[in-house]
């Protein structure tokens, strides 16, 4: 049965009510991740961010003292 011919018919009402039991069995269909894979990719997450914080400040800084030294202070 497609999704149109299962809502067809049906009430705001009746199409919010489907809409959520189909978001929960999808929800129940996900392969949570455990907590040691969540803490092993949250550290390699920040850490990541932490190295792109510092190429792009260091970016700054050199392009900042390249421009100065171009125009003057």
Not at 28 to 50: A, C, D, E, H
């Amino acid at each position: 049965m497609s999704e149109n011919s299962e809502s067809e018919g049906l009430n705001i009402f009746a199409r919010i009510a489907l809409f959520y039991r189909q978001v929960i069995n999808e929800l129940r269909k996900v392969v949570w991740p455990s907590r040691n894979m969540l803490t092993t990719y949250t550290g390699v997450v920040i850490v990541f961010v932490g190295f792109i914080i510092v190429v792009v400040s260091g970016f700054d800084a050199v392009l900042t003292k390249l421009v100065f030294w171009i125009f003057g202070e």
